[in-house]
T-cell receptor
Framework: AQSVAQPEDQVNVAEGNPLTVKCTYS??????LFWYVQYPNRGLQFLLK??????LVKGSYGFEAEFNKSQTSFHLKKPSALVSDSALYFC???????????????FGKGTKLSVIP | GAVVSQHPSWVICKSGTSVKIECRSL??????MFWYRQFPKQSLMLMAT?????????EQGVEKDKFLINHASLTLSTLTVTSAHPEDSSFYIC?????????FGQGTRLTVV
């Protein structure tokens, strides 16, 4: 079984400061890892993914995430936060070697990011 | 990227009526679609996997007769909430996988009064 943990329900950061949203995962095989952002009453928007290759993944809107296999983590980062980054962020995992139904993602509970002007 | 269109964006219905939510893949074919339910301030809960041309696969605890799923074509999956009750009020989101990613609809806010 696969699982995702986002240990923080909420992260507050001042505008212009760096932000980090934490995510750890558990899969039996090799992971595909994703970050999505959700604005109120909207669906999920894809930010970035790790499939293979470079551990540092760059995505949309200046976000990046670092895959750390030894720590089973995939923390989301941004060097300088914007007020418009305030939203709900979800980390998700999929086992690379899953069989039928392998496209199913397992989501973390979400972290609400508030960027304070 | 691929586009998944979901509508309506919001709907208010009376208790006891049925509501249909559509999920369309606009620029690709989706043999599989996922339906999620999201409660306030919570994560997405997978309800069912919709398979084109065959029966949907429901997650444990999800009532098949209440949440009817039809995937009659490669670009359309529908979720019908039958005999809706206030406890069915929620945010419903569909998703379609494309290679290694999943693309999501805009979501539907259902309110049953």
């Amino acid at each position: 079984a696969q699982s995702v943990a986002q240990p923080e329900d909420q992260v507050n950061v001042a505008e212009g400061n760096p932000l980090t949203v934490k995510c750890t995962y558990s899969v039996s095989g090799n992971p595909y890892l994703f970050w999505y952002v959700q604005y109120p009453n909207r669906g999920l928007q894809f930010l970035l993914k790790y499939i293979t290759g470079d551990n540092l993944v760059k995505g949309s809107y200046g976000f990046e995430a670092e895959f750390n296999k030894s720590q089973t983590s995939f923390h989301l980062k941004k060097p300088s936060a914007l007020v418009s980054d305030s939203a709900l962020y979800f980390c998700a995992v999929r086992d690379m070697y899953s069989g039928a139904g392998s496209y199913q993602l397992t989501f973390g509970k979400g972290t609400k990011l508030s960027v304070i002007p | 990227g691929a586009v998944v269109s979901q509508h309506p964006s919001w709907v208010i219905c009376k208790s006891g009526t049925s509501v249909k939510i559509e999920c369309r893949s606009l620029d690709f074919q989706a043999t599989t679609m996922f339906w999620y339910r999201q409660f306030p301030k919570q994560s997405l809960m997978l309800m069912a996997t919709s398979n084109e041309g065959s029966k949907a696969t429901y997650e444990q605890g999800v009532e098949k007769d209440k949440f009817l799923i039809n995937h009659a074509s490669l670009t359309l999956s529908t979720l019908t909430v039958t005999s809706a009750h206030p406890e069915d009020s929620s945010f419903y989101i569909c998703s379609a996988p494309v290679v290694t990613e999943a693309f999501f609809g805009q979501g539907t806010r259902l309110t049953v009064v």
